[in-house]
């Protein structure tokens, strides 16, 4: 599907469930954050995971962007497809057809790969060899998420095999950590974000020291970005909620509620009790991963009611999204058939849920397809 062929005009408010797009404050995001990256001159690559769509992508890449990422090849297909010349799939890739897919399209555009271990260093470099290509790559480094990447310790070792392997051409690092410190979740994000950086800062100089040439130390996420970018040696950037924000970034002091351009509109189909509401969003709608009740973020709810302040949306059902009315909330008393607006604790995962999003610029609305949902593989 060509992106002008996914995307219509509308003049009438989408049937819900459905997530609006809020233009203007999208376009505030992701001009604050390219100021970011200007002001420390690091390059900012964002990670397409929030978005899915290559329309974002063109537009972040026209603030000043160098390119995107995501984390798996059928995104980066996608982008591919429509323009996107520069892609980081930041994520190992270890199987057959998966590399296959990933040199096919290094052949076409500029595209970094990752590794996190030996084996598949070697995996990548076998089939790299058998394309008789070469292929650019990033060494992951767990700084304590816990997640994938090579532990600091054992990363010198690690980055000296893969760069001896005659088909991979080891570029740089890169690390994912969010807000945490010290293996735990935080809301220090300066603290944070600056640690971050000089792990991976120091990490490239005793690599460098090495013989093994890092030219790129890429670090960052929303809440830690802008103070990792402030580290010297830190080189680029890869935050990608900022681009709608959500509760979630609110709450850890990232951005205000009103800069949350991404909201999922529901209708109230119930009222069984005076402190009961009951809307047409369940967890088919409203991703779940970001929990209710959580050190340190301590969310009430599964997202923010706007104008309801103490209705906290409880619990969910696939299909039913049970709202508990505090006093105020039942003073206000919506009604069934009432449309609310709710800013979801996590809007990456959200976004994956629909077909669809529709931009609003405060009159019509342009409905959407998400090209990029449901890209797993």
């Known amino acids: 599907m060509s992106e002008a062929a996914s995307k219509s005009t509308i003049n009438k408010e989408p049937q819900t469930p459905f997530i609006q797009i809020d233009k203007a404050a999208m376009e505030r995001n992701i001009q604050k954050m390219a100021e970011v990256a200007r002001s420390n001159q690091v390059q900012l690559?964002?990670?397409?995971?929030?978005?899915?769509?290559?329309?974002?992508?063109?537009?972040q890449l026209q603030a000043g962007a160098v390119g995107i990422t995501v984390a798996k090849v059928s995104e980066a297909e996608v982008m591919a497809q429509h323009g996107i010349t520069n892609i980081f799939i930041a994520y190992p890739l270890v199987t057959t057809d998966k590399l296959e897919r990933a040199i096919r399209l290094s052949q076409q555009i500029t595209l970094i790969t990752a590794v996190d271990s030996?084996?598949?260093?070697?995996?990548?470099?076998?089939?790299?060899?058998?394309?008789?290509?070469?292929?650019q790559v990033r060494l992951e480094i767990d700084t304590g998420l816990r997640r994938t990447g090579v532990l600091y310790d054992q990363a010198p070792e690690l980055a000296a095999r893969i760069?001896?392997?005659?088909?991979?051409?080891?570029?740089?690092?890169?690390?994912?950590?969010?807000?945490?410190?010290?293996?735990?979740?935080?809301?220090?994000?300066?603290?944070?974000?600056?640690?971050?950086?000089?792990?991976?800062?120091?990490?490239?100089?005793?690599?460098?020291?090495?013989?093994?040439?890092?030219?790129?130390?890429?670090?960052?996420?929303?809440?830690?970005?802008?103070?990792a970018a402030s580290v010297e040696g830190v080189t680029?950037?890869?935050?990608?909620?900022y681009v709608y924000q959500d509760r979630?970034?609110?709450?850890?002091?990232?951005?205000?509620?009103?800069?949350?351009a991404g909201s999922v509109w529901v209708t109230v189909v119930s009222r069984p009790s005076a402190d009961l509401a009951v809307v047409d969003g369940g967890s088919k709608t409203f991703a779940t991963d970001v929990?209710?009740?959580?050190?340190?973020?301590?969310?009430?709810?599964?997202?923010?009611?706007?104008?309801?302040?103490?209705?906290?949306?409880?619990?969910?059902?696939?299909?039913?999204?049970?709202?508990?009315?505090?006093?105020?909330?039942q003073i206000t008393n919506p009604q069934v058939g009432s449309?609310?607006?709710?800013?979801?604790?996590?809007?990456?995962?959200?976004?994956?849920?629909?077909?669809?999003?529709?931009f609003h610029d405060g009159a019509a609305f342009e409905e959407m397809t998400v090209l990029g949902r449901g890209m797993l593989e």
């Open 45 to 59: 690559r964002p990670h397409a995971k929030t978005h899915k769509l290559p329309g974002v992508a063109h537009q």
């Open 118 to 135: 030996l084996e598949g260093a070697e995996r990548m470099n076998e089939a790299a060899g058998r394309s008789g290509h070469q292929l």
């Open 163 to 227: 760069h001896a392997l005659e088909h991979l051409r080891l570029t740089g690092i890169y690390t994912f950590r969010g807000a945490i410190y010290k293996q735990k979740p935080t809301l220090d994000l300066q603290t944070a974000g600056e640690d971050e950086g000089h792990i991976m800062a120091d990490l490239a100089a005793r690599l460098r020291a090495n013989g093994i040439p890092i030219v790129d130390v890429s670090v960052g996420s929303t809440p830690t970005g802008m103070y």
């Open 236 to 241: 680029e950037i890869r935050p990608g909620t």
């Open 248 to 260: 979630m970034q609110a709450r850890l002091g990232v951005c205000s509620l009103e800069d949350c």
């Open 291 to 329: 929990q209710p009740n959580v050190e340190p973020l301590m969310l009430q709810g599964f997202g923010h009611i706007d104008g309801l302040d103490d209705a906290v949306l409880e619990r969910l059902s696939e299909e039913h999204g049970m709202l508990r009315l505090g006093p105020n909330a």
């Open 339 to 358: 449309r609310l607006r709710i800013i979801p604790n996590h809007i990456c995962s959200t976004v994956n849920l629909h077909n669809k999003v529709y």
